[in-house]
């Protein structure tokens, strides 16, 4: 994952900053990647590109012209093409629509965030990654309920089926470099043809059940569906409903399932961060190698 990305001087000063995840860089760790830079450049010439790791960093850098670096620090596990081909993205775009920061920068360095400021936004559009969630599950399970608990201020007491897919992106939530899309889809025997479509490039699917034994039975073979059509997705579920005689505790829901299961009560809005730590637990085991 890209957490950290800088524009330094060849001497260490920062003229940018911006930090995707909770990873903090100190400044001796940047002064041992830079001496370590400077090492191979004298070493191997200018054009060197040997990813350079420091503790549990690993940077990653291209040249911003011809006393700027753009470094990024990502995970060790990373892969360094993939890492590589984002950052020649990111050079490209600093020395195509910030030259004249750069240059004005090298002329008179001004404090950290001054310089490059139009660059952050555009970096965002380079750097962050839209992540597939799907809720998927009967209808009257309480899907649609789950997605108004996370992007509406209040919660409709009436039940309104979903048609085909109903989309939301979660505005202000970002895990990282990534941004979630939560789809929801209809539960209806009429909508199932368009499962397998709509499965397609999941990141993590939340099969949600209404917590009878009945509905968690039948939602094993929703679970075969998304093991044929979505291999590779992460796969959590839900237990919604836990506030009714007779819903079935969490434990034994995954133990019937095989999958990782959480409790929850769509209907009350006290749910809301309980919803949002499920979901950006998912996507932790969805985005770790």
């Not at 001496?35 to 549990?56: C, M, Q």
């Not at 670096?69 to 490209?92: C, N, P, R, W, Y």
């Not at 559009?125 to 209040?154: E, H, R």
């Amino acid at each position: 994952m890209i957490h950290n990305i800088f524009i330094m001087t060849r001497d260490g000063r920062l003229a940018f900053h911006r930090q995707y995840w909770s990873v903090e860089i100190t400044s001796e760790e940047r002064q041992e990647f830079l001496a370590t830079y400077k090492h191979f450049e004298s070493e191997l010439g200018s054009k060197v590109d040997l990813p350079i790791h420091v503790k549990n960093i690993k940077f990653i850098y291209q040249e911003a012209g011809t006393h700027l670096l753009l470094v990024f620090a990502v995970d060790m596990s990373d892969e360094d093409e993939k890492i590589k081909g984002t950052l020649k993205k990111t050079q490209e775009l600093l020395i195509t629509k910030f030259n004249h920061e750069i240059d004005a920068y090298i002329q008179k360095p001004v404090p950290l965030g001054e310089a490059f400021k139009g660059f952050a936004t555009e970096l965002d559009n380079v750097i962050v990654t839209m992540l597939k969630i799907c809720l998927l599950g009967q209808g009257g399970v309480g899907k649609s309920t789950m997605l108004k608990l996370l992007t509406a201020d209040s919660i409709p007491g009436d039940y309104y089926p979903t048609i085909a897919v109903d989309i939301e992106t979660l505005q202000g939530v970002r895990f990282g470099p990534y941004e979630l899309a939560v789809w929801d889809f209809a539960g209806q025997d009429r909508f199932r043809s368009l499962w397998n479509y709509y499965l397609r490039n999941a990141d993590a699917v939340l099969l949600v059940t209404d917590s009878t034994l009945k509905n968690v039975l039948e939602t094993r073979d929703i679970l075969e569906i998304v093991r044929k059509n979505s291999p590779s997705s992460i796969v959590w579920s839900i237990a919604n409903k836990q506030d009714l005689p007779g819903a079935l505790a969490p434990k034994l829901v995954q133990r019937i399932l095989g999958v990782q299961a959480y409790g929850l009560v769509a209907i009350d809005p006290r749910y809301r961060e309980i919803l949002y730590k499920i979901i950006l637990g998912a996507v932790a085991e969805a985005t770790t190698d």
